[in-house]
C-alpha cells in the first residue's frame, strides 16, 4: 500500500498570506495525485488532479506542483473560505489519501 | 446540477448488516464508475470500494474485503453498499463519490455526496 504523509498537521495564517502544504509518498506516484478542501461539515470537493491541474471552478490561487514522490499544494493569498482540511489522494496503486493538514485561522 | 443523495444509514448492533443507497442526477449515471469513501468521527478519509461503469469490475479495501459489497442498478440510477458483519471501526460517515471519467483507475473523486452516517455500536 502507497503511504501518503502531509505536513505539517496544522497550518495557522492569516488571510492574505501564503500558504504551502506538502504531500511525500511512501514510494513514486508519478503525477497521479489529487487535492481536496474539505470545509467544516461539509463534503470534500475535488482542487487539483493529476499534480497540477485545476479542477473546474477552482480559483488561480491554488496550485500545486510535484511528481515522483513529494508534491505541494499552494494557496498564494488566503481567503476566510479557504481556512479547511486538505487531503492528498494517489491512484497509482489503489486508491489512498494522506491524514490531511488543517488550515486554521491564526 | 450533478447530485448524490446517500440514504440508508443508522445505528445497527455489531454483526449485524445496513445497505446504503445513492440517487444520482443530472449526469447519464452508467457512463461513470462510482466509488465509496468513508471517514470515521474526526478522523480522515478511507476509499471503500469502487464499480465501474457497467457493473461488472469491483475492488474493495482489504478492511472491507469479503463482507462489504458495491453494486449498482443503472436502471435506476442508483448505487449500493451492502455491509455484512458490521464491526464498531466501520463507524463513519460513508460518502458516494463519481469518477471524473469513465475508467475509475485512470480517474480521480468527483463529485462527492453529502454522506450517511453509520453507526456500529451495541
Known amino acids: 500500500e502507497i503511504v501518503l504523509t502531509q505536513s505539517p498537521a496544522t497550518l495557522s495564517l492569516s488571510p492574505g498570506e501564503r500558504a504551502t502544504l506538502s504531500c511525500r509518498a511512501s514510494?513514486?506516484?508519478?503525477?497521479?495525485l489529487a487535492w481536496y478542501q474539505q470545509r467544516p461539515g461539509q463534503a470534500p470537493r475535488l482542487l487539483i488532479y493529476d499534480a497540477s491541474n485545476r479542477a473546474t471552478g477552482i480559483p488561480a490561487r491554488f496550485s500545486g506542483s510535484g511528481s515522483g514522490t513529494d508534491f505541494t499544494l499552494t494557496i498564494s493569498s488566503l481567503e476566510p473560505e479557504d481556512f479547511a482540511v486538505y487531503y492528498c489522494q494517489q491512484r497509482s496503486n489503489s486508491y489512498t489519501f494522506g491524514q490531511g493538514t488543517k488550515l486554521e485561522i491564526k | 446540477q450533478v447530485q448524490l443523495v446517500e440514504s440508508g444509514g443508522g445505528v445497527v448492533q455489531p454483526g449485524r448488516s445496513l445497505r446504503l443507497s445513492c440517487a444520482a442526477s443530472g449526469f447519464t449515471f452508467n457512463n461513470y464508475g462510482m466509488h465509496w469513501v468513508r471517514q470515521a468521527p474526526a478522523k480522515g478519509l478511507e476509499w471503500v470500494a469502487v464499480?465501474?461503469?457497467?457493473?461488472?469490475?469491483?475492488y474493495y479495501a482489504d478492511s472491507v474485503k469479503g463482507r462489504f459489497t458495491i453494486s449498482r442498478d443503472n436502471s435506476k440510477d442508483t448505487l449500493y453498499l451492502q455491509m455484512n458483519s458490521l464491526r464498531a471501526e466501520d463507524t463513519a460517515v460513508y460518502y458516494c463519490?463519481?469518477?471524473?471519467?469513465?475508467?475509475?483507475?485512470?480517474?480521480?473523486?468527483?463529485?462527492w455526496g453529502q454522506g450517511t452516517l453509520v453507526t456500529v455500536s451495541s
Open positions: 514510494q513514486s506516484v508519478t503525477s497521479y
Open positions: 464499480v465501474s461503469y457497467d457493473g461488472i469490475t469491483k
Open positions: 463519490v463519481r469518477c471524473t471519467g469513465i475508467i475509475c483507475s485512470s480517474s480521480w473523486f468527483d463529485p
